[in-house]
């Protein structure tokens, strides 16, 4: 937290942003944090869980690298193995609020920092010519949900050390976000996929996404939501919210695995600790909004056709900026 106020000073006294200015707007809460812990989550989103191997629940929709092995071993501190029990489930780990308003952080009690209300975003409202900008904030927070509630401790497989609640990342301080030319000329790879050939190719990952399989080696789709690249916060003029909002998380996930902020949690050699991921590993992840209309049935993966989960999930009214909760693949050895 101390990194994120130090880096927002920095922001303020530089004057990153510099986006045109729109209506103004009060922050407030969303009412995340209450309740709605209990009565707003998929809890049954977390199965399949494997133990030893054996799974209990559904297992569709399991990464394939997942790892199915009855046992394994980690070293510890002296560099000796010590044998463990493979334990793999979907563990609820991080938040994703989306805003208009530069530095208001809704999922904590709508907490307002102090960054230039000029550069307020868009939410594309529809005018009936498709032609709305869409352009919104991030707030990246841990939300390591089952250690909270003291249901589950991955103790060393806990990816990034976090056991509570956190404030993790501010796009408000990013200069790439709002600029698709710094985001181009920031990720090289930008280049290589900037082609109508690897465009009409992520058609195959929107129809595979959508049934549950999205395709990890296409890193630039995010399945029916677009093309991921350039890493910003622009979404395709025209574009509903809640697959707007969507893109953004995919953009926002893969933003921070090329930054080495994110983990890959997933597979033989993340069962002993948590690896730096380049490379975004699409089917780690699954989603569930938790507001304005909570999914507290099913999950959705990365690229997942918004018509299977979106209906009616926002409306355009005060006080609806969309929250996603991301749920993610942890294969972890338990020390015996």
Known sequence: MKKVIIAVGIALSTGVFSLSASAAATCEGNGIISGKLVTEVCWTCVFPVYIGGVPAGDERFVPDE???????????????????????????????????????????????????????????????????????YYHYMSFPLLTVMDMFSGGRCNAGGYADFDLMYMSEIDPTWNDSTIAFYTNPESAAVANPAALSACAADAVSSTAGEPIDSMFWCAGSWGAQYPL?????????????????????????????LAWKTMGED????????????KSQYKFTMMHPRAETDKAHVMGQSTLTWGAGRWFPIKGEEPVYLIWRWNDCCNSM
């Open 66 to 136: 997942a790892v199915r092995e009855p046992i394994c071993s980690c070293q510890d501190n002296n560099g000796v193995l010590t044998p463990g029990i493979p334990t793999s489930m979907w563990e609820p780990a991080r938040l994703i609020e989306f805003t208009t308003s530069p530095g208001c952080i809704h999922s904590l009690g709508g907490i307002e920092m102090p960054f230039d209300k000029a550069s307020r975003g868009n939410i594309g409202y529809d005018t009936g010519d498709g032609g709305a900008d869409n352009f919104q």
């Open 232 to 260: 910003s916060g622009w979404a395709d003029r025209g574009t509903g919210i809640v697959r707007g909002s969507s893109k953004r998380t995919a953009q926002t996930l893969n933003a921070l695995h090329r930054r080495g």
């Open 270 to 281: 993340s069962m002993c600790k948590g690896n730096i991921a380049p490379m975004m590993p």
